[in-house]
């Protein structure tokens, strides 16, 4: 039985840090293809960061709003992903989901396996 579990979410002002957590069972995070994504309110979900498995080497990315101020990390031991979220702005409020993929994408459907979601609330 595999299961992704969010948490660290909150409200912060802006210009405030969260790290998010991503706890994985029954997938092992270092061999799949890590995400984490968001939707706004009202809004469609969107890729924030992933890192890819170890082996092969595929390396992380970010989308451009968030690069310099958002950082994705895998602790194997852990069997879990963070997203450390620096110098946040209203427009980070959304709600956060983790994902899974044997491989990396960038469509957001092809992720089969997805947390609960956690909320990130930033206040001006």
């Known amino acids: 039985q595999w299961q992704l579990v969010e948490s660290g979410g909150g409200s912060v002002q802006a210009g405030g840090s969260l790290r998010l957590s991503c706890v994985a069972s029954?997938?092992?995070?270092?061999?799949?293809?890590m995400g984490w994504f968001r939707q706004p309110p009202g809004k469609e979900r969107e890729g924030v960061a992933r890192i890819g498995p170890i082996s092969p080497a595929t390396g992380t990315w970010y989308t451009d709003s968030v690069k310099g101020r958002f950082t994705i990390s895998r602790d194997s031991a852990r069997n879990t992903v963070y997203l450390q979220m620096n110098s946040l702005k209203p427009e980070d409020t959304a709600t956060y989901y983790c994902?899974?993929?044997?491989?990396?994408?960038?469509?957001?459907?092809?992720?089969?396996?997805w947390g609960q979601g956690t909320q990130v609330t930033v206040s001006s």
């Open positions: 994902a899974a993929l044997r491989y990396c994408s960038s469509r957001v459907d092809e992720y089969n396996f």
């Open positions: 029954g997938i092992i995070a270092s061999r799949n293809c």
